[in-house]
Nanobody
Framework: QVQLLESGGGLVQAGGSLRLSCVAS????????MGWFRQAPGKEREFVAA????????YYADSVKGRFTISRDNAKNTVYLQMNSLKPEDTAVYYC?????????????WGQGTQVTVSS
């Protein structure tokens, strides 16, 4: 089973940027699609972005399209989420996971999450 560790979260002002990283253990990282989800207090976990195993296909939630970019480096077993033009409503714990699609039910091997807080 792949183990995941997210990092890069923090406190940023609205309009600022952060880059999240998710490092995976195991030799088969390059075989799997990866996704980012987020969960704000009192809300359900929601899809943010996903990328195919090769990195050639990516897709996004409408709420982040044009502001966030998902990418991966299979040589480093790492998937990234570049977040620009951050808004207070982006505040949440961000999780990476192994899988495909835009529903958390299609994912497994979740990381522990990294907190992103955007101040207005």
């Amino acid at each position: 089973q792949v183990q995941l560790l997210e990092s890069g979260g923090g406190l940023v002002q609205a309009g600022g940027s952060l880059r999240l990283s998710c490092v995976a253990s195991g030799r088969t990282f390059s075989r799997y699609g990866m996704g980012w989800f987020r969960q704000a207090p009192g809300k359900e976990r929601e899809f943010v972005a996903a990328i195919s195993w090769s990195g050639s296909i990516s897709y996004y939630a409408d709420s982040v399209k044009g502001r966030f970019t998902i990418s991966r480096d299979n040589a480093k077993n790492t998937v990234y989420l570049q977040m620009n033009s951050l808004k207070p409503e982006d505040t949440a714990v961000y999780y990476c996971a192994v899988g495909e699609g835009n529903s958390y039910s299609y994912y497994n091997s979740w990381g522990q999450g990294t907190q992103v807080t955007v101040s207005s």
